[in-house]
């Protein structure tokens, strides 16, 4: 591995078409109790990193997650893949109970959740995915190349086997959604955020040192860049990648930029010299920032 990489490094926009891949996400979630600050039911839409529609059984009401949602939609946002809200909130209700009963379950805390969406790419090719999970687990998952349903765990047999009934047919429904109405609503909701979604903002970056016997522990922490993927690794001399590095989790900030922090145990002594080097698409070459002992840890 070269050093910390975060995706695939975003390519820049063609006019008309897209830069790199993007993503619609749908994350359904309903647990068996309510909890302080968690609702009963919830839905979010995703679009790539953004937080784009947000519902709460505990209000009732459907708002925006970022300024550039269009307002219009909001109204009719949850009819737009597969019934509405209310519908989902009595189904995963039942769904709550069955698992339950499923697993032998008479009370305590469980969580069910539905994951689904689709990812368009630069060559209009897309990826299709949906799934079931159930107190952090995998539930069941639905093929997408041959579109029926497949179980986890022996628990979501039944509800496989109906499903992929001719009865039923879920998975054809399935695959208009996802195939059809999803990639739509990518592209449509693409369009409202697209100067936002395609922004590029260049990292900081900052090198601290931190002095423990005679070891000394180095992070280079680099923060304020937009989109998220980026690479950075330490180089030895000028010219030897440094593998074992530790790293924290990439982590949004409140204006909508990432940061992280990729840290190295060197020994001083040995006169060697040490250097972060950070690619991002915003930057038009690799940024190298040398470290100097003269900077303390901060």
């Not at 499903?163 to 429904?173: C, I, K, L, P």
């Not at 001399?237 to 924290?248: A, I, M, Q, R, W």
């Amino acid at each position: 591995m070269r050093g910390v990489s975060f995706l695939l490094l975003c390519a820049w926009a063609v006019a008309g078409e897209y830069a790199g891949s993007h993503q619609l996400h749908y994350s359904f979630t309903g647990v068996s109790n309510p909890v302080p600050g968690l609702p009963v039911f919830s839905i979010v839409q995703y679009l790539d990193d953004q937080m784009t529609t947000i519902y709460s059984s505990n209000t009732g009401a459907t708002r925006p997650g970022v300024p550039w949602m269009d307002n219009g939609d909001l109204e009719n946002w949850a009819h737009t893949l597969y019934e509405d809200k209310d519908w989902w909130k009595m189904v995963f209700k039942h769904n709550i109970k069955t698992a339950m009963s499923r697993f032998n379950q008479t009370g305590g805390f469980h969580i069910f959740q539905l994951m689904y969406g689709c990812e368009l790419r630069h060559d209009n090719s897309s990826r299709l995915y949906y799934r079931y999970g159930y107190d952090g687990r995998d539930f069941l998952t639905l093929d997408t190349e041959r579109w029926v349903f497949e179980p986890s765990v022996y628990e979501a047999q039944i509800s496989t086997q109906r499903w992929n009934s001719a009865e039923d047919g879920a998975g054809q429904r399935w695959k208009y959604i996802l195939e059809m109405r999803c990639v739509e609503l990518l592209k449509k909701y693409f369009g409202y955020g697209r100067r936002a979604l395609e922004r590029r903002v260049s990292p900081q970056v900052k090198i601290s040192s931190q002095e423990l016997g005679d070891v000394t522990n180095l992070h280079c922490r680099v923060y304020g860049f937009y989109p998220q993927e980026v690479d950075v690794k330490w180089v030895k001399n000028g010219k030897d990648v440094v593998h074992l590095v530790e790293s924290t989790p990439i982590l949004p900030n409140n204006d909508g930029t990432y940061q992280f922090i990729v840290s190295i145990k060197v020994t001083p002594k040995d006169g060697s010299t040490y250097s972060c080097h950070i690619d991002h698409c915003s930057l038009v070459e690799e940024l190298i920032v040398p470290w100097g002992e003269h900077e303390p840890y901060k």
